[in-house]
């Protein structure tokens, strides 16, 4: 008997238009996932739904979608076996173990939780940041390492995209955090992924551009501060960082290449912050500064 396949469909975007195709996408796909290639600053969105259903509502979605951004997109379809595609979505995201308290894993891994390790439930695919990359486990591994020093009260996570690092804040600390993010839609990922977490009632998830939000400047000053965002904004927002940093107040940087670190420190040594500890994780770096 022939297995059942599936209907894929393959978008590559800028970033400005990916949320309108993602949504075309999501209207009518069982999952939809995506891959940011920072470089180009371009989507490349992936759709499966059942083989031949719903055509005529895909094309119209991707009609608004298109209608929207002004764009229309090569469109690229295949057909891949569901055990297939369900195989290979799983392997491409098995659990993970970070330094000594945290264990990451999407929501088909069903065997019971590491003993003694914080467990975080996140979909590959869903956000932006679910434990592969060097920076994202580095600013796991730092806050590991700050937990046993201090207990920050008031925390931030700017620029949360998945919430991970707002996440495991709030689980390891079990203090209210400050999620922000500038795309709407990963503010709602984040919301929703703290809710699985069970910390829902402890990460607040805003869509926000940056320090420019009053609510930001409202719930400053902040004694842990995540920047897990890309070298030359950090440099940028250095000033405005150590503005809202309380005394004593820690910042965890990242998103930034070994290469680009000096640079990024001598940005935020200009702005009367010193640095606390300095981690390397392949090609990148990840800067703690504190305010003194």
Not at 25 to 30: A, Q, T
Not at 58 to 75: F, G, I, K, N, Y
Not at 135 to 156: D, F, K
Not at 277 to 283: I, K, P, Q, S, V
Request: hydrophobic share 50%.
């Amino acid at each position: 008997m022939a297995e059942e396949m599936l209907d894929c469909i393959f978008l590559r975007v800028p970033a400005a238009a990916m949320e309108a195709f993602e949504a075309a996408l999501s209207s009518v796909c069982k999952a939809v996932s995506f891959y940011h290639d920072e470089e180009a600053d371009f989507w490349d969105l992936q759709g499966v739904k059942e083989r031949g259903a719903d055509e005529a509502a895909l094309a119209a979605a991707l009609a608004v979608a298109e209608m929207l951004t002004r764009l229309s997109p090569a469109l690229t379809r295949g057909l891949v076996p569901v055990g297939g595609w369900l195989a290979r979505t799983q392997q491409a995201f098995p659990e993970q173990f970070i330094g000594q308290r945290f264990a990451v894993r999407g929501t088909h891994i069903r065997t019971a939780p590491a003993p003694g390790r914080i467990t975080l439930t996140l979909d590959a695919g869903l956000a932006f940041g679910t434990g592969e990359h060097n920076s994202t486990r580095g600013c796991l591994v730092t806050l590991e390492r700050l937990a046993r020093r201090h207990r920050p009260a008031r925390s931030l996570d700017l620029g949360t995209g998945s919430g991970i690092l707002a996440i495991a804040a709030a689980r390891l600390l079990h203090r209210p955090v400050l999620a922000t993010d500038i795309d709407a839609r990963a503010a709602r990922v984040a919301a929703a992924n703290a809710r699985v977490n069970g910390v829902g009632g402890l990460v607040r998830a805003i869509q926000a551009d940056g320090w420019a939000d009053p609510r930001i400047a409202g719930a400053a000053p902040f004694d842990l501060v995540f920047a897990n965002i890309l070298a030359r904004p950090l440099c940028a927002m250095a000033a405005q960082l150590a503005a809202h940093l309380a005394p004593g107040g820690r910042a965890v940087l990242a998103g930034l290449l070994a290469t680009q670190a000096n640079w990024v420190l001598a940005a935020h040594r200009r702005a009367g912050l010193v640095l606390e500890e300095r981690l390397e994780d392949g090609a990148w770096s990840i800067l703690t500064v504190r305010r003194g």
